[in-house]
C-alpha cells in the first residue's frame, strides 16, 4: 500500500512539473492542446501502465504525455518501446538509469514531436547521437553520465530547436561544447564545472609594529 502511495505522489509531482516545464517553453510548431487522440495512442499507454511505466498528460487542459520508465526497476524491454511510436502526444521521455543503449534509440527516433529526453546514467555512446539527429523538436536532453564525447555531440548540430544539454560525467571537452553551442544559437550546455577564474584573494595585512614609547 505504502508502494503504491509513493507512486501516486511521485507521478503528482511529475505532472506538475511537467505543467511548468510544458508553459515555460517556446511551442511555434506544435498546438498547445496536443494533437488528437487515437484509439492505438490509447491502447498503448494502458499497456505501458500496466507494465509499470509512468505515464502522465503535461496538463489538465492538453494531450502531450509524458512517459517514465525510470521509477520501476525491470529492464526496458523492446516491445514496449515500440508501443512509443502509437503515442504521437509523447513529447517527454525518461529513460534515466535503465538498461537501454544505442540500439535501442532506433525506437526513440522514431519520436518525432519528442521536446525532452532524459538518457542519464544509460549505456548510450556516440554511435546513438547520430539516431537522434531524426528530432527536430528537441529542446532538452540530458546524456549526464555516459560515454558520450565530442565527436557525438558534433552530430546534434542540426537540432537548432536544443535549448539545454546535460554532458557533466561525460567525456565531452569545453571545446567541444562551445562548437556545438555555435552551431545552435541559444543553447546552454552544461558541462558541471566551473570555468570562470577564481576571484583574487585580499593581501594579507602585516601587522604594525608596536609604538615606540
Do not use: C
Amino acid at each position: 500500500m505504502n508502494r503504491m502511495l509513493l507512486r501516486l505522489v511521485l507521478g503528482i509531482v511529475l505532472w506538475i512539473n511537467a505543467g511548468f516545464l510544458l508553459r515555460g517553453q517556446e511551442k511555434p510548431d506544435l498546438p498547445e492542446e496536443g494533437l488528437p487522440v487515437t484509439e492505438a495512442e490509447k491502447k498503448a499507454v494502458t499497456r505501458l501502465q500496466q507494465a509499470g511505466v509512468l505515464v502522465l498528460r503535461l496538463a489538465m487542459n492538453t494531450n502531450w504525455l509524458l512517459a517514465d520508465f525510470s521509477l520501476r526497476s525491470q529492464p526496458v524491454r523492446d516491445d514496449e518501446l515500440a508501443l512509443l511510436a502509437e503515442m504521437p502526444n509523447l513529447i517527454e521521455l525518461n529513460l534515466a538509469g535503465t538498461n537501454i543503449g544505442d540500439a535501442q534509440l532506433n525506437w526513440v527516433a522514431k519520436l518525432s514531436h519528442l521536446r525532452v529526453l532524459k538518457l542519464q546514467r544509460t549505456a548510450v555512446t556516440d554511435a546513438g547521437l547520430k539516431l537522434l539527429r531524426s528530432l527536430p523538436q528537441l529542446e532538452v536532453l540530458n546524456l549526464y553520465g555516459t560515454q558520450v564525447t565530442d565527436q557525438g555531440l558534433a552530430e546534434l548540430g542540426g537540432l537548432k530547436k536544443l535549448k539545454r544539454l546535460y554532458v557533466w560525467g561525460t567525456k565531452v571537452t569545453e571545446t567541444g561544447a562551445r562548437k556545438l553551442m555555435a552551431a545552435i544559437p541559444g543553447l546552454h550546455v552544461e558541462l558541471g564545472i566551473t570555468t570562470d577564474p577564481k576571484p583574487a584573494e585580499p593581501p594579507k595585512k602585516e601587522p604594525k609594529p608596536p609604538a615606540k614609547n
